[in-house]
T-cell receptor
Framework: QQQVKQSPQSLIVQKGGISIINCAYE??????FPWYQQFPGKGPALLIA?????SEKKEGRFTISFNKSAKQFSLHIMDSQPGDSATYFC???????????FGQGTTLQVKP | KAGVTQTPRYLIKTRGQQVTLSCSPI?????VSWYQQTPGQGLQFLFE???????NKGNFPGRFSGRQFSNSRSEMNVSTLELGDSALYLC?????????????FGPGTRLTVT
């Protein structure tokens, strides 16, 4: 019940295209869903996060879609750029803890 | 505002030794969490500290321990190192514990056990 499943493991997108990464969870106690971006040699950087009281959140080119009934959430990167090439992690936690449960990560390559 | 800092950035140790890693949170942040990142297991939660108290602990053996000081700085210790402990150890800080507060990660300490 603690798992967060992330797909795909790797993704190649052309510049200007849309990158879509999906995550699914089982624990209904989870109520905070952040996405992190990690470049080689760096720590994960918080990209965008959503709580289950909304179905979508947009920040610039990054959008989270959240489906509470399906227990799924996804990250959409619009107009993908080569600088977006990184590893992306979804995560989930319950409100009574700061413990983040991470997905396995998606390596995104945006081709020029 | 300075980010989360971790020292040292790189460390090479021998099996059986022990190691201490340090984390200084963002100014004003009082909660610190530690994570282990490996290619095989991904990012795994180690422990969470707030007000010098451990609030949560992940599924790691007792060789992994930590503490938090009154200034919110935190250390983690791994005793009797094993080859499998080679990983990137990440520290994250937040204003307070709980999912209501965003966590910000440091650059990590790369530990290699030979």
């Amino acid at each position: 019940q603690q798992q967060v499943k992330q797909s795909p493991q790797s993704l190649i997108v052309q510049k200007g295209g849309i990158s879509i990464i999906n995550c699914a969870y089982e624990n209904t106690a989870f109520d905070y869903f952040p996405w992190y971006q990690q470049f080689p040699g760096k720590g994960p950087a918080l990209l965008i996060a959503i709580r289950p009281d909304v179905s979508e959140k947009k920040e610039g080119r990054f959008t989270i879609s959240f489906n509470k009934s399906a227990k799924q959430f996804s990250l959409h990167i619009m107009d993908s750029q080569p600088g977006d090439s990184a590893t992306y992690f979804c995560a989930a936690s319950a409100s009574n803890t700061g413990k983040l449960i991470f997905g396995q990560g998606t390596t995104l390559q945006v081709k020029p | 505002k300075a980010g989360v800092t971790q020292t040292p950035r790189y460390l090479i140790k021998t099996r059986g030794q022990q190691v201490t890693l340090s984390c200084s949170p963002i100014s004003g942040h009082r909660s610190v969490s530690w994570y282990q990142q490996t290619p095989g297991q991904g990012l795994q939660f180690l422990f969470e500290y707030f007000s010098e108290t451990q609030r949560n602990k992940g599924n790691f053996p007792g060789r992994f321990s930590g503490r938090q000081f009154s200034n919110s700085r935190s250390e983690m210790n791994v005793s009797t190192l094993e080859l499998g402990d080679s990983a990137l150890y990440l520290c994250a800080s937040s204003i307070a514990p709980g999912a209501a507060y965003e966590q910000y990660f440091g650059p990590g300490t790369r530990l290699t056990v030979t």
